[in-house]
């Protein structure tokens, strides 16, 4: 039995890896996140591994405000050759959490029933995506994952339980904003529905311990939280740009991310539930109400709706698992499984080619060239009109006109849409004394009669503020 439960726990670790890794085999260091990340992380090991106050990369100096765990996690890697070790980082994560997937569904029905939920978890678009990018998701997404489960425990009485699930939840309020959005509302959504008061205990003990282990930086990342939820209720119109009727259709398409959850609401229907998988089925239908309430375009600000589906998969892939299991020799069953698993390899096709367009220019040697040149001048102050400000940040060590808080976001949009720099440049090379300018080829000729061009590779073009 131990060779078949080692077997098992490696056969997902390695459909795990590959699905994460051989897609992006060429793209070291793939999203626009993975620059900051990198950049945060050589900050803070710079720094002796303590939070810096203010980030000295940006020219407008916010306090430090972002949830720092993950940071911490890349700080970890040697500064040669962090961004190429970097890919690993969320697929090892990943690797856990699906063993942690496959352990709750082994103790609830099986060796079988834990192999498939694990393997769900190494092929499901939902967990697969996040991974293709550094990031602090999917790290978050464990951590939920391990909240949600000893919350459980905690419920039925126990102090040590009850002070780990506080201290989980202290851990997703350090590690990323949209967990500690899901967390906090599922915790209350648990004490409502199972009239239990230890859930709201969790809560209200995790977020002062929040504020004690990270010497009241929380209570800035939770300002910095509210900060960001404003700003999105003020501009959501130009994260898309289409009526609210495609927005609402768009947004419930992202169910397609997690097919499997059809087979989890189809075990809760037929098979009588025990207090675990009633646990479980409430921790999903939290979720997908989360879903649900922010797919309207009048509620985006709240955070993109198929977030709310990343911090679920553990219910969702063990009932999903539990129903195959016990359907396995039903053809309906069978073919529809097919189904999904051929729908959700197209869906990971179209999410990475969209995603390997829109953000590998990061991997793209004519942008490191242009770093490498910028990096060599002795001006110290730059100005980046398109999307890669921290790139440049991390990958030239000089200041640039950003911020690393979303408090300074609602009074400078520009940080945020490069197209706005283009409607206060003069302005704004005058407030901040840039020195350099870094834009596309394309826009060079909009740049002719406010600096003197001297770098052009034909995708990337760098001029001297006259």
């Known amino acids: 039995m131990i060779l078949e439960f080692a077997a098992g726990a490696l056969v997902i670790a390695a459909a795990v890896l590959f699905t994460r890794l051989w897609p992006r085999r060429g793209y070291p260091s793939l999203g626009i996140d993975a620059p900051t990340f990198l950049l945060m992380g050589r900050t803070i090991r710079e720094n002796g591994f303590r939070i810096p106050r203010k980030m000295d990369s940006y020219l407008i100096k916010g306090d430090f405000d972002y949830p720092p765990l993950f940071a911490y996690i890349v700080a970890l890697l040697p500064e040669k050759g962090a961004a190429s070790r970097s890919r690993f980082i969320n697929p090892s994560i990943d690797v856990v959490h699906a063993w942690l997937v496959a352990g709750a569904a082994f103790l609830l029905g099986g060796f079988w029933a834990g192999f498939a939920a694990g393997m769900l978890f190494a092929i499901a678009p939902i967990s697969v995506y996040e991974s293709f990018t550094l990031n602090s998701r999917p790290f978050s997404a464990l951590l939920v994952s391990l909240l949600m489960l000893v919350s459980f425990k905690a419920s039925a009485g126990g102090a040590l339980e009850l002070g780990l699930a506080a201290l989980l939840f202290a851990l997703v309020l350090l590690a990323h904003k949209m967990a500690a959005q899901f967390s906090a509302a599922a915790l209350v959504a648990l004490a409502v529905i199972f009239a239990n008061p230890v859930f709201a205990a969790i809560a209200i003990a995790g977020l002062v311990l929040a504020v004690i282990l990270s010497g009241g930086l929380y209570l800035k990342i939770l300002r910095g939280h509210f900060a960001i939820i404003s700003f999105w209720k003020k501009y959501t119109n130009r994260r898309r740009a289409f009526g609210s009727a495609q927005w609402l259709a768009n947004s419930l398409s992202k169910a397609v991310t997690n097919p499997w959850a059809a087979f989890a609401i189809a075990y809760v ?152 720099i283009w409607k206060q440049l003069p302005l704004l090379l005058k407030r901040f004394r840039i020195q350099l300018i870094v834009a596309r080829s394309g826009d060079a000729a909009r740049l002719k009669d406010t600096g003197r061009k001297i770098f052009d590779n034909g995708a990337y073009a760098v001029f001297v503020v006259k």
């Open 269 to 420: 229907v037929v098979a009588p539930l025990s207090p675990a998988t009633q646990y479980l089925w409430v921790w999903l239908a939290v979720s997908l109400a989360l879903f649900l309430l922010t797919s309207p375009k009048q509620l985006a600000f709240l955070g993109e709706n198929h977030r709310y589906l990343e911090y679920s998969v553990l219910p969702a892939f063990t009932l999903a698992a539990l129903f195959l299991t016990s359907n396995a020799a039903s053809l309906p069953v069978l073919a529809l499984s097919a189904v999904f698993v051929l729908g959700g390899a197209l869906v990971l096709h179209g999410a990475w080619a969209k995603l390997a367009k829109s953000a590998g220019f990061f991997s793209d040697g004519r942008l490191d060239e242009c770093a490498r040149f910028v990096k060599k001048r002795k001006e110290d102050r730059l100005l980046i009109a398109f999307d890669a400000t921290t790139f440049f940040a991390y990958a030239t060590r000089k200041k640039i006109l950003s911020a690393c808080t979303p408090t300074v976001w609602e009074d400078l949009p520009f940080l945020v849409f490069t197209d706005e």
